[in-house]
């Protein structure tokens, strides 16, 4: 079993920065982590994913270049680094587990989920 714990989302202005946390409890259960987003109406959104054990990072086009997803093993947190943001970034953010894969895009491959945590960016 798995439990994910987000924190740091917030309001923001369009250009400005947030940097997204997951704890995970559990984390030997699973391969990989991933950042999806939702808003009213929408389906949920891939973001990013990382894998815990290679080097493999993967990310939405939409967040190329502006978004960084990371790890810190020690600490079973993974993190998104968000940068450049958009108004269109505003959404309800949510960390996610899989118990297989390198980071898929699906979020149907993910086993676990977070509360997730709201960011709103204001133009």
């Known amino acids: 079993q798995v439990q994910l714990v987000e924190s740091g989302g917030g309001l923001v202005q369009a250009g400005g920065s947030l940097r997204l946390s997951c704890a995970a409890s559990?984390?030997?259960?699973?391969?990989?982590m991933g950042w999806f987003r939702q808003t009213p109406g929408k389906e949920r959104e891939f973001v990013a994913a990382?894998?815990?054990?290679?080097?493999?990072?993967y990310y939405a086009d939409s967040v190329t270049g502006r978004f960084t997803i990371s790890r810190d093993n020690a600490k079973n947190t993974v993190y998104l680094q968000m940068n450049s943001l958009k108004p269109e970034d505003t959404a309800v953010y949510y960390c996610?587990?899989?118990?297989?894969?390198?980071?898929?895009?699906?979020?149907?491959?993910?086993?676990?989920w977070g509360q997730g945590t709201q960011v709103t960016v204001s133009s």
């Open positions: 996610a587990a899989t118990k297989s894969g390198l980071g898929p895009r699906d979020a149907v491959d993910y086993d676990y």
């Open positions: 559990g984390r030997a259960s699973s391969s990989a």
């Open positions: 990382i894998s815990w054990y290679f080097v493999s990072t």
